[in-house]
């Protein structure tokens, strides 16, 4: 077990661009977050899944993110038209049924929109 | 509703010397609370966690922090700064029935020679 895996560790493109981040969780854990870092601030929550199911979302989240767990395994977070205030360390994390289990994050994804 | 607060964006040591890290907490419902650590460009590190259980936690590193509810905080210390301990440091909560871990600003932890 290689732990949370994100790919790719860093992105620049251009503004108006799409992108699209993967996370891959621990095998066992069922339960998955994405969380945005911008400089100087601590991690925000942006969304969570149980399984393949989206259950919360935070306002954060604008129409133009989308995430993705299909069959329950691995993630994808899509930004579309993305903007400078978009930039950021996108980071993703996973635990398992219990809350009382601190999530294990991954590395993260840098996203630079110039 | 939940809120952490770090109280020093950033803590200087000589090594070898005490630790402090500050953090205070808001919130209706007895938290889980818990400490990371991040290095540059990597990931968050979980270093310890409180759910409900000893008040005196011990985490990984030699780090500890303790839970007073009557003084809302969950301070972390290390009796002993090591140069490897250069890093940021977050404190996070989450309220009953959440899911969604709240983290304060930071505190960047310089070790100096």
């Known amino acids: 077990d290689t732990g949370v895996s994100q790919d790719p560790r860093h992105k620049i493109t251009k503004r108006g661009q799409n992108v699209t981040f993967r996370c891959d969780p621990i095998?066992?854990?069922?339960?998955l977050y994405w969380y945005r870092q911008t400089l100087g601030q601590g991690p925000e929550f942006l969304t969570y899944f149980q399984n393949e199911a989206q259950l919360e979302k935070s306002r954060l989240l604008s129409d133009r993110f989308s995430a993705e767990r299909p069959k329950g395994s691995f993630s994808t977070l899509e930004i579309q038209r993305t903007e400078q205030g978009d930039s950021a360390m996108y980071l993703c994390?996973?635990?398992?049924?219990?809350?009382?289990?601190?999530?294990?994050f991954g590395s993260g994804t840098r996203l630079t929109v110039v | 509703a939940q809120s952490v607060t770090q109280l020093d964006s950033h803590v200087s040591v000589s090594e070898g010397t005490p630790v402090l890290l500050r953090c205070n907490y808001s919130s209706s419902y007895s938290p889980s609370l818990f400490w990371y650590v991040q290095h540059p460009n990597k990931g968050l590190q979980l270093l310890l966690k409180?759910?409900?259980?000893?008040?005196l936690v011990k985490g990984i590193n030699g780090f500890e922090a303790e839970f007073k509810k009557s003084e809302t905080s969950f301070h972390l210390t290390k009796p002993s700064a090591h140069m490897s301990d250069a890093a940021e440091y977050f404190c996070a909560g989450r309220g009953a029935g959440s899911y969604q871990l709240t983290f304060g600003k930071g505190t960047k932890l310089s070790v100096i020679p």
């Open positions: 994390a996973s635990s398992l049924v219990d809350r009382d289990y601190g999530y294990t």
């Open positions: 409180y759910t409900s259980a000893a008040t």
């Open positions: 095998s066992e854990h069922n339960r």
